[in-house]
């Protein structure tokens, strides 16, 4: 039978830590019938947060991926962390969603992580709607967080609903296309609801804020708009189409209420899923690589189940009996558990032994699954995040996911010998799951050194490392991790000679090195003629050669950031030139041509937000320049105040400690990676 796209969401919940992600999502399941009891984050019994650790700390921390039914449509659900350090569950689950549901505290309005994710979800032109969460507590205000969410970001915010009263006094909503109050019963925990006619004393109120609905998706949809300037009655389904083609070409941002935590509001947040936000089919086609023998050319990759297979693996997770779990988002054609497929990236044919339906912590069999779909592939050995997996027939590479450089290190150890080759493993499967944690050996000290994205990040790593997977290890202090590049230009030519076994090996070659604006990455070019007298595999030894030097460093051994490096000239010779001499040569003349080059340290910058009552504003800004903080900004919330600023990671540690004593423990704050900048009075023995 074939797949009706129509029928289908996939869909994210994203938010700033705390704003009730997990508890909505809990909701959902409980209302669409996939769990039977609702668990409570408070009480560590959340279906979605099924780690351990995210039980223990109240967070979510891997996107957890679920499917249920509402209505006869499907919906794929990923609820993706909050917090900051765990930016990188939420860029790639946001890659492979078609719309997005973004929870806003109705106390709090916009947060600092709201934005961050917003922002990414604008990266991938995700359609989205708000749900205006917490409007049971204290000081919550619906049109303060719409209104919040159209400043910050620009948004056509258009408000679905009306509160019922507000904080204390909320008392249900009313939603403004059917035009009637709705009201939960707390006896079945906001299973049913009653529909009554609004009260006169908000009628018109209500119909105020209808007009304006109506105006706003008039403004946007051309089609309403007509209906609207002929003077012509608007049906409710005329309405809510012209919602839904709002929604999915973002003119709109539809705002719907509720208190998730007092059950209320969810159901209506369910139907605007299937109302407003697209199937698989509304969205733009997939971009991809189509990799030819002798080019790269870019196509389009229709959601169409006819079509030959093909699927990027978003997200890999460790199962102890199942091994890697990798969540694939199938984009094209249909994969069949016992198949063989191309992994496009590693150029390696994998089998797929068996293709499984997540709901959270549970699995169920699947024979196969098609475009548009969501599923977990066991079996694949070499597939790590961002692969692409597809036929010989459609070698196509999907747009690769790109994630920030870790910015934080800490040195581990195991406690005895034999825990050596369990830690390495672990260290290499922890890996393959999350891009933004890497590990390395110290070439000077020999010491293990792991990388994340901050402190809570490797907290977790290390947590789950003992925990999770028995490993016992002595862990260092935190460390930051630098970067080392040049700042002028420098040409080194350079000849590399040397007999091994007897058999002579040179390599000879002229390389610039140069400076690349802050933020573009390292790069590397070959400006020498592609011909028959050099062969390929020296080409490719050059350039390895010079990519192990940049992962490598200049003077202190920090990876290179922002270096670039040109080849203008390799002398070959067909006897004594082999692909080693080539890499060695490469490696020798980078170190000296960096060198020459005025090398400087990097340090990374942190940009942090800080919230905290009015009276202690003082005190946390003290705190922060103390630091080296530069203040960029400050804005008012009813929560109190909020201080955008940024400031070196070497200076952070410590920093909530302080922080919490200065303000008698009422301020919190965020902190993520802004960019790199050279660091002053270069490197002292302590630093590394």
Request: glycine residues 8%; aromatic residues 6%; negative net charge.
């Amino acid at each position: 039978m074939a797949q009706d796209f129509s029928k289908m969401r996939n869909i994210g919940i994203m938010a700033h830590i705390d704003a009730g992600k997990t508890t909505t999502t809990e909701r959902i399941l409980f209302y669409t019938g996939k769990i039977h009891k609702i668990g409570e984050i408070d009480d560590g019994a959340a279906t979605m947060d099924f780690m351990k650790q995210e039980q223990e700390r109240g967070i979510t921390i891997a996107s957890a991926a679920i499917t249920t039914q509402w209505k006869g449509y499907t919906i794929n659900i990923i609820d993706t962390p909050g917090h900051v350090d765990f930016t990188a569950e939420v860029e790639r689950s946001l890659r492979v969603l078609d719309g997005a549901i973004a929870v806003i505290c109705a106390v709090d309005g916009v947060q600092p992580q709201t934005e961050t994710v917003w922002h990414q979800a604008d990266k991938f032109n995700v359609p989205r709607l708000c749900f205006v969460n917490k409007m049971d507590r204290v000081g919550a205000d619906f049109f303060y967080s719409i209104n919040d969410v159209k400043e910050k970001f620009g948004a056509n915010t258009v408000a679905l609903q009306l509160p019922i009263g507000q904080g204390e006094n909320f008392e249900g909503l009313i939603d403004l296309i059917k035009m009637k109050e709705i009201r939960w019963n707390q006896e079945d925990e906001g299973e049913t609801f009653t529909e009554t006619d609004i009260a006169d004393e908000r009628l018109a109120d209500a119909n105020k804020w209808r007009e304006k609905l109506i105006d706003d998706v008039a403004s946007s949809d051309d089609e309403l708009g007509n209906v609207y300037l002929e003077g012509k009655e608007i049906s409710n389904e005329m309405l809510k189409a012209a919602i839904r083609r709002s929604t999915i070409n973002r003119s709109i941002v539809p705002c719907v209420l509720g208190s998730a935590r007092r059950d209320k509001g969810v159901q209506p947040l369910i139907d605007c899923v299937i109302d407003y936000l697209p199937c698989p089919t509304d969205v733009p086609p997939a971009k991809g690589i189509h990799i030819k023998k002798d080019k790269e050319e870019e196509v389009e990759v229709f959601c169409d189940e006819k079509k030959m297979p093909l699927g990027l693996v978003f997200k890999i997770q460790q199962d102890r009996e199942m091994g890697p779990l990798c969540f694939v988002r199938v984009y094209s054609g249909k994969f069949t558990a016992g198949s063989q497929y191309l992994n496009v990236a590693k150029k390696k044919r994998e089998r797929v032994n068996r293709i499984l339906r997540v709901n959270a912590n549970r699995m169920e069999q699947m024979d196969s699954v098609s475009a548009g779909d969501i599923a977990v592939f066991v079996g694949l050995k070499l597939a790590s995040t961002g692969d692409t997996l597809g036929s010989e027939g459609m070698p196509v590479m999907l747009e690769n996911l790109k994630f920030p450089e870790p910015v934080i290190s800490i040195a581990i150890e195991p406690e005895t010998l034999s825990d050596k080759d369990k830690l390495t493993e672990t260290l290499a499967i922890m890996s393959r799951e999350d891009p933004t944690f890497t590990s390395h050996e110290d070439a000077e000290t020999g010491q293990l050194i792991i990388s994340g994205m901050g402190e809570l990040h490797l907290d977790v790593l290390v947590t789950r490392m003992k925990d999770d997977f028995g490993v016992k290890a002595h862990v260092g202090a935190p460390q930051v991790t630098y970067r080392e590049s040049v700042s002028t230009q420098a040409e080194e030519s350079c000849v590399w000679e040397k007999v091994l076994a007897g058999k002579e090996n040179t390599a000879s070659l002229t390389l610039t090195i140069n400076q690349n604006p802050q933020g573009t990455g390292n790069t590397y070019e070959c400006a020498v003629a592609r011909n028959q007298n050099i062969p390929e595999e020296i080409f490719d030894a050059v350039k390895a050669g010079i990519e192990n030097s940049f992962a490598a460093g200049i003077r202190y051994g920090y990876p290179c950031a922002d270096v670039g490096v040109k080849v203008t000239k390799i002398d070959y010779n067909e006897i004594s030139g082999t692909p080693f001499a080539f890499t060695a040569c490469a490696a020798q003349a980078f170190d000296e041509a960096a060198r020459k080059a005025n090398p400087q340290v990097l340090e990374p910058v942190m940009s942090v937000d800080i919230t905290c009552p009015v009276e202690f504003v003082g005190e946390a800004i003290s705190q922060i320049t103390q630091r080296g903080g530069i203040i960029s900004g400050q804005d008012s919330k009813s929560s109190g105040e909020i201080v955008h600023c940024t400031a070196p990671m070497a200076k952070m540690f410590g920093f909530s400690t302080n922080l919490r004593s200065v303000t008698q423990g009422r301020a919190s704050f965020s902190m993520e990676f802004s960019h790199f900048q050279i660091k002053q009075g270069g490197l002292d023995n302590s630093s590394f």
